[in-house]
């Protein structure tokens, strides 16, 4: 008898009524009593698990069944019905259960709630649980929303190379892809490492961003985005910071700044709607586990305007409140994120965008304003988590963008081919980079990255060989 997917038997569960089905999947809970068993069992197709009915005088190996440890997998046949219980609509009336694997009693998950640290100990069981199957669950559903996005738009995916010789966001903060000997590696005339000799013949690491290459790709398709893999080796041990974590990168030509914001905000807007449309019972899940303010917060964002202000203005609030903050606001130094999620959070109670920095603290390609003092750069701020989304309108000016890279001292060479860009059919041109994980901690009230990624790297901390 081939197996029924619980997903399938709750949707159409009319027409499973009354038929014997085959369902197979993990225990998660057993519960004996006297001439009944219960065993709630999920196979992975959907949230919601399925009960189990077992029948002390009509099962042979009832007491193997009730015995069961959580975590063994199972596979039953019997007859779905209505449930008279409380909680579930429909159970299986077990006429057989086969152990297909049984766990030993030291299986980690309790049925007890585990703390969110003691679950990060084992990424390899804990989606398992039902607030990190959740949180996957929905994560799935948003990468596939962001997909759909773009695609109804017209854009055009592009894969971005992982491997790079640019260091894009011009942070320092690239891990190194070598082939060197790191106890003898080959030194030039003056002592240095030789990367001419090292396999990419020069010096190579893990891509901070895929933008320099997606600019390239929206000046032959006009609206282009990546979503994929990015590595900082920011040492920063926060709970908003990974060292790989997954960026959503669109690039459009013909666009200015306002047109990037807006494009930001129906992207964070939609894939908001369609989680709310398509993951009711793990957000509910969520709400009621996690983060109380969670349904709330999302109905409301689908509904209001993000809010608009410069950084200038920002500043001048900021300063206001001087004292409740332990880095002081001043004009010409970047916001800390206590600044940040005091400005969503205290201020606008809302998603705002924070626009024109001050060019010192932000990326050389950002497009330079007549002030001469800022530049086009957008910041996303949300509730939670302070900033979500990093975008600018590109320079486009091919001698401005030659000026910049001199005065910061950059590799002109290098960056030929960004500039030929400009050279040849530049136009203006905007883009921005959405923290996936950043995205995921908002949409589901988990507060720390480490919840957000499966495998989480981050620094010092990959963990138990995975
Ligand atoms: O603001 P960032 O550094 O912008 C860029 O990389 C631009 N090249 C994007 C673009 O315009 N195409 O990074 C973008 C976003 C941040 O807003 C944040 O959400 C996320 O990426 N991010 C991180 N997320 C997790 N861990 C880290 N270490 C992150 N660094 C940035
Ligand atoms: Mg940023």
Known sequence: MKRTEISQILKYRDAYIDLQLRVDGWVRTVRDSKNFGFIEINDGSCFSGLQILLERGALPNYQEAVKLISGSSISVIGVLADSPGGKQQVELRARTVRVVSASPPDYPLQKKRHSMEFLRGMPHLRARTNTLSAVFRIRSLMAAAVHRFFGERGFVYVHTPIITTSDSEGAGEMFRVTTLDPAAPPLDGSGAIDYSRDFFGRQAGLTVSGQLEAEAFAHAFGKVYTFGPTFRAENSNTPRHAAEFWMIEPEVAFADLADDMCLAEDMVKYVIGELLDGAESELAFLNSRVDGELLSRLSAVAGAAFARITYTEAIAVLERHNSEFEYKAAWGRDLQTEHERFLTEKILKRPVFVTDYPKDIKAFYMRQNDDGRT????????????????????????????????????????????????????????????????????????????????????????????
């Open 375 to 466: 530049v086009a750069a957008m910041d996303l701020l949300v509730p939670g988590v302070g900033e979500l989304i990093g975008g600018s309108q590109r320079e486009e000016r091919l001698d401005r963008l030659e000026q910049r890279i001199a005065a910061l001292g950059m590799d002109a060479e290098a960056y030929r081919w960004y500039l030929d860009l400009r050279r040849y059919g530049g136009v203006a041109h905007s883009g921005f980079g959405l923290g996936f994980e950043r995205a995921v901690m908002y949409m589901t009230g988990v507060t720390n990255i480490r919840d957000a990624l499966p495998f989480p790297r981050t620094a010092g901390g990959a963990a138990n060989g995975l």
